[in-house]
């Protein structure tokens, strides 16, 4: 290979990272500007946020505050809000410069498949979001202010048999951290929102061939002690949310189970109609009488 050849070649690589440098700050930029907005308007969304503990202890006749534990606290909490916050807001421009970026890379059939991928990622995020902001968290949040114990004084104090009197017991009562309550919440938030991501993983790697309806079947069982496993290792010891976590999840594994095999119904359609279809074996053997 010739000094002109090597320079011919290195030219497409040169302009595909200059592309790719062009994209990331497009996309830097876009986050910058969404964690500065996030930043200015911290208080209302951190108001928002607390909605599920404010109804759990409301049910309970409890006011709702949290407290500072570290001086520095009440910021890095701002930050930890403005970062979540800035991504959400940015999300559909990184979305947008990762497609501009690979799109040119694709076939017509290529773009038109991974297009719909990309547009419901976002779309069944939120959905996972929503549905452990409004579903999950209440539940969790009352099943553990429920360990609480009112002490001498309070209306639900314990009576002693033997005198009639109330019992001196010591009292527990929720005084949470704003930076532990804030870390909790998110990471129901964020944990749900990726296992929401199921069908759409197994629905563009079903698309790519990477897998098949037969093959998800086949390792249900495996599927669902991941799941479980899953399941304990993103929620707190708390049965219930597990469950609702593991139920969930399994239930968007069989939906990609019916996506896989539609998209292979598709296909083999498309196949057959082009006479380009070839009978699988044990198709064959099973076809059989």
């Not at 534990?69 to 410069?97: D, T, Y």
């Not at 990609?256 to 998209?263: A, D, F, G, P, Y």
Request: hydrophobic share 55%.
């Amino acid at each position: 290979m010739s000094a002109h050849d090597i320079d011919d070649s290195s030219a497409p690589l040169i302009e595909h990272l200059a592309e790719l440098r062009s994209r990331l700050i497009k996309a830097a930029f876009a986050f910058i500007v969404g964690m500065l907005i996030c930043f200015m308007v911290w208080n209302p969304i951190f108001n928002f946020l607390t909605k599920p503990i404010c109804g759990a202890l409301a049910d309970r006749q409890q006011d709702c505050g949290l407290i500072l534990i570290k001086l520095q606290e009440g910021f890095f909490v701002a930050i930890r809000i403005s970062f979540l916050g800035g991504f959400i807001l940015s999300f559909p421009v990184i979305a947008f410069q990762l497609w501009r970026f690979v799109a040119p890379g694709l076939y017509k059939n290529e773009k038109g498949a991974f297009l719909p991928f990309l547009i419901a990622s976002p779309i069944m995020f939120f959905l996972g979001a929503a549905f452990a902001f409004y579903a999950v968290l209440p539940l969790a949040f009352d099943f553990f202010l429920g360990f609480q114990q009112l002490s001498m004084g309070s209306g639900g104090a314990l009576i002693d048999p033997a005198t009639g009197v109330p019992a001196a017991t010591a009292g527990i009562l929720f005084q949470g951290s704003v930076e532990e309550y804030l870390s909790l919440t998110t990471k129901f938030i964020v944990s749900f929102g990726i296992c929401f991501q199921l069908p759409v993983l197994l629905s563009l790697m079903g698309t790519a061939g990477l897998v098949s309806a037969r093959g998800l079947k086949s390792v249900r069982k495996y599927a669902v002690v991941a799941i479980l496993l899953v399941a304990a290792i993103v929620t707190p010891p708390d049965v219930i949310t597990q469950m609702i976590l593991f139920v969930v999840v399994y239930g968007l594994y069989e939906l990609s189970i019916l996506l896989v095999t539609r998209i292979e119904s598709r296909r083999e359609a498309k196949l057959r109609a082009e006479g380009l279809w070839v009978e699988d074996e044990d198709e064959e053997e099973a076809a059989k009488p």
